[in-house]
């Protein structure tokens, strides 16, 4: 009997350690949902200014991660796909890591490796933890309550009661919505999932004050929505509804229209007004050069209009929505109750939706009559949607110069970064786009034709799993769907745009795709034997966790490393600037950043900046040299660094290596092939070369130095050409064309030919 209550007892304690290791990873994905959207949503600009936060929210997922492998390892889950989904999610900072072996920038490679197995760890900590129901309410309540303060936050600025900078992002035709994101596009992408998430809410919830709040949100999230003015995120929301309709009941289909379009006519009822006031409470609140920023109170004339009539549009849909539940739900589920048991009823909604959706785009697009009941910003958007705007144009541009890099890089890719990198050596025209506009051209730039491949086959199956599993289990439907409409929204949209850019709708994505998949988690059993014989060995069930853990705990170390260097600059930089340190001084903390994080090219860069200052002060050669080696260092670590490519060619003039300083600017040329400043450069040094050759008449060199300038102005009009080929739909990018200091080299060149 002893022996018997000691197993008992042993049984229980297991028990607790299991619940407890599930609660504290459940509560950490709950609050890093909750935390960090609003460090201008993570976003990856590759700059050292956005590095700090999404250093935070890595270590903090690499910790999450290590109680996912505790509880794993305690929970023994056995026969099932999920240890195989772990494995295979972190096949993509794997390829990452692999591609950092011929990256175009160390650092940026090295930091893209940590951003992926952070959204690895997200995808298996969600994928695990979220498999009981209490687990997995609580992350879509952690979820939903993030996107709805993100929201209400975007409304307080529109309405003119906060200033956040850029949570209205200036445009050349306006103000647009962009909340804590600071770009609309994006932003747009998030609320046309969130629309269409609680559109399923409104639809599904049973408890009435869970139905009020989310029916309640469909005004706020569809006006905000409006005031991105995304052309992109308008013409995805039909494809996301056909895809999402089919998984609905035929009477659910029905109200999930019906509601869609109650709260959109509601909508744009009241948005004519909003935007009028919108448009003048910009005028009052947002900075200019003359004013600062200058919110206004609640209780001003023009917000409380349009609280009053975000407030009324909300009470009445609302209203709409609790109607029907209360007194047509229940009729049409029991007059189309056979007609929900035909074979093709799943499909009658999606083939009517079709339909409306071409009626509704015909009218906006052919009828100015129709257009014009709507706001001339919104429909002068909606006029412009077709294949040759300019937006569509640049973009098939971008991807399509994605493909040439591809070519040069094709298995592994040029490592984090590289776009940001190399774009300008690819680019069909001079724009600027630090983003490739697309995460799998994205993907395909920096991990190569393996990780994009990698990336689509892991999406493959873990969508194809879970739609196998929704169809074959009916019993175990339920709101977790709210995660597959979430993340394959944002995928759609993230095609078209940066949105897996920002790092928190990264996570967002990999949380949803493991959350989703985890109510099954009893049903992603092997079949085979030889499978179930393999997980059954004790090896391999340790291997999981314990693997999980130890990289979780190394990375831990490299972004803390990398954090603390991060630190350490910031820190210096802040001495240099408000206290006015000595350079001295300044020297030896700077150089521990450089040793914590040596591939940090901000870091060289500054470095480089102070001792050439001090140089033009003192006139120490030491520091000249110092200088020099300092930019080598940096280049060698991030060649396609234009800032430290100009620091180079700059120092070998400084020194008198006119030689190396002309074999930099003609690399240069080669990397950016599209910078008129270079070319300026370019060719008012070698004008000097051929006068300084003419003087020491050396003709053989002058000779040579004439037909590099007689190359570098054909190559100038080439491309001048080249442009004018342009359809005048796309936008040209950055001026180029002859400066009057090149003009002024050409006619140097001329008078001293002449001579």
Known sequence: MSARKNEKANMSATAADVTLLRWIGTIGIALFLVIFPYEKGLFNGYELAFEKPIYAAAIFGYVLLIAAAAYVYRKAQHHSYRGF??????????????????????????????????????????????????????????????????????????????????????????????????????????????????????????????????????VPIWISFMFTYSRGAIVVIPVMILVLLPFLRFTKQIAYLIFMVLSVIVSMAILGKLTTNADAIAKLVQPTETKAESPISLFSSLPLQNWGLLLLGMIVTTALIILYHAKVGGWMEAKLAKVATRKWSFAAVPVIAIILAAIVAGSLLGSSAIRGLLPDKIATRFENINLQQHSVLERLTFYKDGLHVAEDYPLFGGGGGAWQAMYEQYQNNPYWSRQAHSFFVQVLVESGWLGLIALIAFLVLVYGLYIRKFIRHPELRGSHFIFFIFSLGLLMHSAIDFDMSYVFIGAVVFICLGSMLAPYGSKLTFER?????????????????????????????????????????????????????????????????????????????????????????????????????????????????????????????????????????????????????????AITSYVKAYETALTEKNELNAGKYSQRVTDLSHEIQRRIDQLAELPPEQQQGRSFAFTPAIEQALSQLELASAK
């Open 529 to 681: 034997v030889s499978l179930k014989t393999l997980t059954d060995r004790g090896w391999f069930k340790l291997a999981i966790p314990s693997l999980l853990a130890i990289l979780s705990l190394f990375a831990i170390i490299i972004a803390a490393r990398e954090s603390s260097a991060v630190n350490k600059y910031d820190k210096t930089y802040a001495l240099a600037v408000q206290q006015q340190t000595s350079l001295d001084d300044l020297l030896p903390m700077l150089d521990e950043a450089i040793n914590a994080s040596p591939s940090h090219s901000a870091f060289a860069l500054t470095k480089v900046n102070w001792l050439e200052q001090a140089y033009a002060q003192t006139s120490n050669a030491d520091l000249l040299e110092d200088a020099i080696q300092t930019v080598h260092l940096g280049r060698e670590n991030d060649p396609y660094n234009r800032v430290l490519l100009m620091s180079q060619y700059r120092l070998f003039q400084t020194k008198g290596s006119f030689d190396e300083s002309l074999n930099v600017i003609d690399e240069g040329l080669k990397k950016f092939p599209w910078d008129i400043n270079l070319y300026e450069a």
């Open 85 to 218: 989904l772990s494995i295979g999610v972190m096949i993509l900072p794997l390829i990452y890591w692999l591609s950092s072996f011929q990256a175009v920038s160390s650092y940026y490679a090295k930091f893209m490796t940590l951003v992926f197995f952070l959204l690895a760890a997200l995808f298996i900590s969600s994928l695990y933890l979220a498999e009981s129901k209490q687990s997995r309410k609580t992350i879509e309540y952690a979820l939903m309550l993030s996107s709805y303060l993100i929201v209400l936050l975007g409304i307080f600025n529109l309405f003119g009661q906060m200033y956040n900078r850029d949570a209205l992002w200036l445009a050349h035709d306006g103000y647009r919505l962009s909340s804590v994101f600071q770009y609309s596009n994006t932003y747009a992408g998030f609320l046309l999932a969130l629309f269409l998430v609680s559109l399923y809410y409104a639809v599904h919830c049973i408890r009435p004050s869970a139905r009020i709040i989310h029916a309640a949100m469909l």
